[in-house]
């Protein structure tokens, strides 16, 4: 198993358009209207409209004529009927507000022989909705880490970076997100420079005591001191399988512990990869949540 700990810029566009709110708009006549209000649902993700997926321009050349939504709720296909409403200025709108991709910085945690990859250690969720998101598929990118917000308690922090989303920047390809954290494919032979060949642990192997992680906060891949303090040896269904503690005065002092943008530090213990840094506890950011490396390659 190779092992990583170098941030990566993440693109993920939807399975469909994501529907983060509805709202009011004010029509020709300056009258406040809700053309979404009981018809769809935050959360909800637009497959088609009239039998075509270019929302907007569907939108945009409508005269006022309902038009049919393919929508997926909760895992199942429903069709709603909406009508645009004419503005003020003489456009059409649902009156809705949606996403159809993300983007963002996280640290990948291993590469497997064949070239699979995973990273976060958890899913990737809608900022607004707090659902995880549906994704049709995404890409993955070199990142470089800028600067620090130092964590302190009920604040977390968070590895500031930029991501190069140009052509030869892309080193992999997303396929899934799930509880777990995100998965694909690595572009052969690129970023593997950094990586680490060693083997993966069991959570039987697993004991409370010194630990490390690696990261990248920076000034390149280090790693550094933790603690394991607790372990749940029966956690299957969840990425908060044991509690780690930051103890690398060097790292502590640099981002007051875990920060944003850690998730997927690669965890070691005795010279084998057992698993990944998941989540900060907001009230103390020395300490944290991580994912048995078993869970994560499932």
């Not at 600067?147 to 992999?172: D, F, H, Q």
Request: charged share 25%; aromatic share 6%.
């Amino acid at each position: 198993m190779l092992v990583s700990g170098s941030p990566v810029g993440i693109y993920m566009e939807t399975k469909g358009i994501l529907v983060i709110d509805s709202g009011e708009i004010t029509d020709r006549d300056g009258i406040r209207r809700t053309p979404a209000e009981h018809i769809i649902q935050s959360g909800d993700y637009i497959c088609e409209i009239d039998g075509k997926v270019q929302l907007m321009q569907l939108v945009r050349e409508n005269q006022g004529e309902p038009m049919e939504l393919q929508v997926i709720r909760h895992q199942e296909t429903i069709k709603l009927e909406m009508t645009p409403v004419e503005t003020e200025d003489g456009s059409y709108k649902l009156g809705i507000w949606v996403r159809d991709n993300i983007q963002g910085i996280g640290t990948l945690t291993y590469v497997e022989p064949n070239g699979t990859f995973g990273a976060l250690g958890h899913g990737i969720s809608d900022a607004d909705t707090g659902e995880r998101l549906e994704i049709s598929d995404g890409d993955l990118y070199r990142a470089d880490i800028l600067s620090i917000r130092k964590g302190t308690a009920g604040t977390p922090g968070e590895l500031r970076g930029v991501i190069n989303y140009r052509e030869e920047n892309r080193i992999g390809t997303i396929c899934g997100n799930s509880q777990y954290g995100i998965r694909g494919q690595m572009e052969h032979g690129k970023y593997t420079e950094s990586m680490k060949k060693i083997p993966t642990g069991l959570k039987q192997e697993i004991q409370t005591g010194k630990a490390e992680i690696r990261c990248d906060i920076g000034d390149g891949i280090q790693e550094y001191q933790c603690e394991i303090l607790e372990i749940d040896s029966n956690a299957r269904d969840t990425n908060k399988c044991f509690v780690l503690r930051i103890t690398d005065d060097d790292l502590l002092s640099r981002t007051g512990g875990i920060v944003q943008g850690m998730s997927g530090s690669p965890v070691l213990q005795n010279g084998k990869l057992i698993g990944a840094i998941t989540h900060v506890f907001v009230n103390d950011p020395t300490k944290g949540y991580g994912i048995f490396i078993e869970n994560m390659m499932e």
